[in-house]
């Protein structure tokens, strides 16, 4: 997370509202109106009951009837105004608003680099932005529906309690005014309260998105026990931080109550003697006593407002911190999109490490010309994940640069490289939708043939025409559905669809089975024609049809050659070849052990 000012939060918000101008004018007005109405209809009656009290019976209609008629065109213009207040806020502003913050918060997460999402749970960002869509209009709801339109009501309350009798006014203007001042007094420790309980509320979140996701684990390491203890110890932080909040509410209220209780007492002693000395008539008690009540009930409801105010305040500043990081990878203002004519690799000097970690490469230079195809090697840690990571630009380099075809991978832009690379991972992860719109995946505006064609050609079309839905079958989440064979077929077809000038391989035939390998293998080899293609391997067989094999060592390229002036070298690639086992490299420790 990074830290946000409050400053930068209504920065945010008022970004979000920028187009609703008109619509908010509109709503500030009928706050506006309805403020007044708070004073100016108890202030008729006043009048009616005024009028009434001193009237004969014969002339009692005749004199009331004005302010009546006034009372009654302003319960109609207040109808009005509700209906107006519903359309242009909860109809027109509130469900764009919406969509206008998931799509701006959605384009600030798929900007995020690769060691964001390494850092924090999926089911945590998918909550943040959830509360950000949730939250961020109850906050524009409560500041103009409660505070703005409540405060207005107070300020001309308080002109109309004047107009009856200063006493009035200067009572409940300096009950306002200590109730706002404690308001704000306590509303740092309040915030903090209610960010500390927000962010405890997304960990729970993130933590049970974990679990799920990896149920088969937590069942076959028998863990349900310590996943509930961990989850429970967890939700007990969060309750006591929903305590604490709620023990300092109740404080609040409890002070603003019985200021309140005194406030009135004050209020009936006023009038009293007012009505004593004929300085207040009956009207005016009705008046005094209505707005009084009614412009408390107000200001209460602001503290109960207050409360779910800092609530989301808190959730909001909970989730832009997590949203807003700054990526480590950006592209450049001026960055312009990559032109593959060769599909040639260089990498020049190039110096990188991870955070807090040892050196990997240092000084690391290669060129791997146009149309080659390149095998790594190396025992697990050696460097060949992160070669590849550099050339996605997954991470950026310390020092030194990687080009293709001579352009500087830092100065074009991110979509660019990405299109102009194919990739087939060892583990592949689908989306939760059909067969189709995954393998589609690979190339936007495929026809439906397009699709079944590199599925066929990546011998998945066999077992998807064994589906009852076919090519509309849903995968399930990550594709869980399938098996990783079906899976890696699945890749393999969204490789072929893309056809992209540079391809990179990470195992991509490791789950499949030796008849399905041995197709697959051909139809790979068709797809690497013309192509630069770089395959990380882990059954040196794959690579026996090499323009070249790079031997990766602790960061280093150790050696480089074709497969038999490798095997001819003793070095080694030799030592890995003569040591596989079942086809497979061995892990470096155990040929310590040997």
């Not at 943040?128 to 409540?150: A, G, M």
């Not at 004047?162 to 404690?182: E, G, K």
């Not at 450049?332 to 690799?345: C, H, N, S, T, Y």
């Not at 064979?485 to 077809?493: K, N, T, V």
Request: hydrophobic share 45%.
């Amino acid at each position: 997370m990074n830290d946000i000012t409050t400053k930068q939060v209504i920065s945010f918000i008022l970004k979000m509202l920028r187009p609703f101008l008109f619509p908010i004018i509109i709503v500030l007005l009928a706050a506006l109106i309805w403020a007044v109405d708070v004073s100016f209809s108890p202030y008729l009656i006043k009048i009616i009951i005024d009028r009434a009290s001193i009237s004969a019976a014969d002339n009692l209609f005749h004199n009331i009837a004005i302010p009546a008629i006034f009372y009654v065109l302003i319960l109609f213009v207040l109808e009005c105004i509700a209906r107006l207040y519903n359309y242009f806020f909860e109809i027109k502003m509130i469900p764009n608003l919406r969509k206008n913050i998931v799509e701006s918060s959605i384009s600030i997460l798929l900007n995020q680099d690769n060691s964001y999402y390494q850092n924090n749970f999926s089911g945590s960002l998918a909550n943040k932005v959830n509360d950000l869509t949730n939250y961020i209009p109850d906050i524009v709801q409560i500041t103009i529906d409660r505070f703005v339109s409540r405060a207005l009501a107070l300020g001309i309350g308080i002109y109309f309690l004047w107009q009856v009798n200063i006493s009035f006014a200067l009572l409940m203007l300096t009950w306002s005014a200590l109730f706002v001042l404690s308001s704000f007094l306590l509303a740092e420790k309040v915030t903090r309260f209610a960010d500390a309980w927000s962010e405890l509320g997304s960990s729970i979140t993130g933590k049970m998105v974990g679990v799920f996701s990896n149920i088969m684990s937590v069942r076959l390491f028998a863990s349900k026990y310590q996943e509930k203890l961990s989850l429970l110890a967890t939700h007990s932080e969060a309750v006591k931080a929903e305590q604490r909040l709620q023990w300092l509410y109740t404080w609040i209220f409890a002070f603003y109550g019985f200021s309140f209780l005194i406030m009135q007492i004050l209020n009936l002693h006023f009038l009293v003697k007012g009505r004593e000395q004929e300085l207040i008539t009956t009207g005016d008690f009705a008046f005094v006593m209505t707005v009084n009540i009614a412009i408390a009930n107000f200001l209460w409801m602001i503290a109960k407002d207050f409360s779910q105010f800092s609530k989301s305040w808190g959730r909001i500043t909970q989730a832009l911190k997590t949203i807003t990081v700054i990526p480590e990878i950006q592209d450049q203002p001026d960055a312009v999109d990559l032109v593959i004519k060769r599909g040639e690799i260089i990498f020049n000097q190039v110096h990188f490490y991870y955070k807090n970690a040892e050196p990997i490469f240092e000084d690391k230079s290669i060129i791997i010309k146009s149309g080659q195809k390149v095998g790594l090697v190396g025992y697990s840690g050696s460097g060949k994940s992160t070669f590849v990571n550099l050339i996605l630009r997954l991470y950026d380099v310390k020092s030194g640069k990687i080009s293709i075809d001579g352009q500087d991978i830092r100065n074009v832009s991110q979509d660019s490289l990405h299109k102009s690379i194919g990739m087939i991972p060892q583990d592949p992860s689908l989306f939760h939708r059909t067969l189709m719109e995954n393998i589609r995946y690979g190339k936007a505006d495929a026809s439906d043939d397009e699709v079944v064609e590199a599925a066929k050609r990546a011998h998945a079309h066999e077992f998807i025409s064994k589906l009852p839905q076919g090519y509309e079958s849903l995968v399930g989440e990550r594709g869980v559905k399938l098996s990783g064979g079906q899976r890696q077929r699945i890749a393999i077809a969204r490789a072929i669809l893309k056809d992209a000038p540079i391809l990179i391989l990470d195992e991509a035939t490791s789950q499949l089975d030796s008849v399905t390998e041995s197709d697959i293998q051909k139809s790979l080899w068709e797809l690497m024609q013309g192509k630069t293609t770089i395959v990380i391997a882990h059954r040196l067989s794959t690579l026996l049809h090499m323009d070249r094999i790079l031997v990766f060592d602790q960061g280093k390229i150790i050696e480089d050659g074709t497969h038999q002036a490798l095997l001819d070298k003793s070095g080694m690639y030799k030592i890995l070849w003569d040591s596989q086992v079942g086809g497979f490299l061995p892990d470096k420790r155990e040929m310590e052990i040997v």
